[in-house]
């Protein structure tokens, strides 16, 4: 199924299964998506803007250039997921699962960066990169 360029602002999807899916240059801003599994899922460009993501999944997913911006990350997976180049300075990510996650040139805060920097484990299959080295862990 492919719902591209689909908005989901504003809805609550607790729980939902997205997985699998295309939901490239989707907006989920604002949503509610508590839960929910993105496992897998196609999500370029696709903006999370304020969304509640806690203990959502996103593991394996594509989510290059997305907007985590003011993104509630609490407990969420991040597993093999590609975040290459998404934005999430003003995001926080207590107690994320981030194990062989690929953060290549993703705009975080400092402090935040040092937090997951601590944790950073795992290659990512896709890329091929070592998350400690996406993150620039010196």
């Known amino acids: 199924m492919n719902a591209n360029a689909l908005s989901y602002n504003n809805q609550s999807l607790m729980n939902r299964d997205f997985s699998g899916q295309d939901l490239t240059d989707a907006s989920f801003d604002h949503a509610n998506l508590r839960g929910s599994n993105f496992s897998n ?44 180049g998404a934005f999430a300075i003003n995001t926080l ?35 091929g990169r070592n998350t400690r080295d996406t993150l620039e862990c010196f």
């Open 41 to 84: 899922a196609q999500l370029r460009g696709v903006r999370f803007f304020s969304a509640n993501l806690e203990s959502a999944s996103f593991e394996g997913a594509d989510m290059s250039y997305s907007d985590l911006e003011s993104a509630r990350l609490v407990r969420t997976n991040f597993t093999n997921a590609v975040l290459e």
């Open 93 to 127: 990510f207590n107690g994320a699962v981030i194990d062989g996650a690929d953060f290549t040139d993703v705009l975080i805060r400092p402090d935040v960066q040092q937090k997951l920097c601590d944790m950073a484990t795992g290659t990512n299959p896709t890329t």
